[in-house]
């Protein structure tokens, strides 16, 4: 049996790690890395028209930004996570939804915009491993969004991370999900 409480710990530790190295990057290496998403973008495993939620980058994340306008361009429908309480909904982004201030830095759709149920997830993360574990920022977000959209269909769950995020191994608990792919500046691993 896992321990949950040694477990959460090593996860803390390796996230730590992770998030210390991600943040050492140089501004532009970072910026040069996130563009570079863009050359994968027909490696992706998205049905055409897929609903595709992404992010708002915070701190140093990578930046889904330009990939997003890329999808946009190939004709699929985008949405971006809405915090509301404990739980992430998802909201339609369009180039003229107006975007509102929202915790950590982010910028969301306001609550006018469409929400949508998306089929694939670009996520953000802290860490990843060659067997589709990720760490994520330790508020289950994620988790909790996954858990919640799989009752509805099918989910594509894909991680945006730098190549540099990729460590030996995550533990992985109960309720993580693992991801179906990494892209990163690199390109795009599927994990199916």
């Given amino acids: 049996?896992?321990?949950?409480?040694?477990?959460?710990?090593?996860?803390?530790?390796?996230?730590?790690?992770?998030?210390?190295?991600?943040?050492?990057?140089?501004?532009?290496d970072r910026i040069e890395r996130s563009l570079a998403l863009?050359?994968?973008?027909?490696?992706?495993?998205?049905p055409p028209g897929a609903v595709v939620s992404g992010f708002w980058p915070i701190r140093d994340e990578i930046d889904p930004r330009p990939l997003?306008?890329?999808?946009?361009?190939?004709?699929?429908?985008?949405?971006?996570?809405?915090?509301v309480g404990p739980n992430l909904i998802f909201r339609r982004l369009d180039r003229d939804t107006e975007l509102v201030p929202a915790g950590f830095g982010c910028?969301?759709?306001?609550?006018?915009?469409?929400?949508?149920?998306?089929?694939?997830?670009?996520?953000?993360?802290?860490?990843?491993?060659?067997?589709?574990?990720?760490i994520g920022?330790?508020?289950?977000?994620?988790?909790?969004?996954?858990?919640?959209?799989?009752?509805?269909?099918?989910?594509?769950r894909i991680g945006l991370a730098f190549a540099i995020q990729e460590v030996d191994r995550v533990p992985a608990e109960a309720h993580?999900?693992?991801l179906n792919g990494i892209l990163t500046e690199r390109g795009y691993r599927a994990f199916d």
């Fill in 1 to 28: 049996m896992i321990d949950p409480v040694s477990t959460a710990d090593e996860k803390a530790a390796l996230r730590k790690v992770v998030l210390a190295r991600r943040k050492a990057m140089p501004v532009t």
């Fill in 107 to 134: 910028m969301e759709p306001g609550p006018e915009a469409q929400e949508l149920r998306p089929d694939v997830l670009l996520m953000p993360l802290a860490g990843f491993d060659a067997r589709a574990n990720r």
């Fill in 68 to 83: 997003l306008d890329r999808l946009r361009q190939k004709g699929h429908v985008l949405c971006l996570p809405v915090m």
């Fill in 176 to 178: 993580d999900k693992p």
């Fill in 38 to 46: 863009v050359d994968h973008v027909d490696d992706l495993p998205l």
């Fill in 137 to 156: 920022y330790g508020k289950a977000f994620y988790d909790n969004a996954i858990a919640s959209l799989e009752k509805s269909g099918p989910l594509v």
